[in-house]
């Protein structure tokens, strides 16, 4: 059973940037797509960006793209998310999310599916204001 833990959220005003990490526990990310998903109050979960992590493809939502950047991250089993000129837009509680992968997946496609995903931290809230 893997489990996750979302760190480096915060307060931040417009323009500014935060990383998040994420460490995963109970198993190696090697046969997982994980990424990062928000949720806006009264919305559905959106998939921001996620990658294979054993082959390094990557997704990114359109509204991220340019300045969002998803890493494996420097110690092991675990990914980032680095976000620049970050805007009140982006303000949500961003959620560690993580898939199995099989023959059967969209690779990381599935990210604009969060239904499509196993395993979930609890979250770290983002907030962007002046």
């Known amino acids: 059973h893997l489990e996750l833990v979302e760190s480096g959220g915060g307060l931040v005003q417009p323009g500014g940037s935060l990383s998040l990490a994420c460490a995963a526990s109970g198993d190696t990310l090697d046969y997982y797509t994980i990424g990062w998903f928000r949720q806006a109050p009264g919305k559905e979960f959106e998939g921001v960006s996620c990658?294979?992590?054993?082959?390094?493809?990557?997704y990114y939502t359109d509204s991220v793209k340019g300045r969002f950047t998803i890493s494996r991250g420097n110690a092991k089993n675990t990914v980032s998310l680095q976000m620049n000129s970050l805007k009140p837009e982006d303000t949500d509680i961003y959620y560690c999310a993580a898939r199995l992968n099989s023959d059967e997946d969209n690779g990381v496609a599935d990210c604009e599916h969060y239904y499509a995903m196993d395993s979930w931290g609890k979250g770290t809230l983002v907030t962007v204001t002046s």
């Open positions: 990658i294979s992590f054993s082959e390094g493809d990557t």
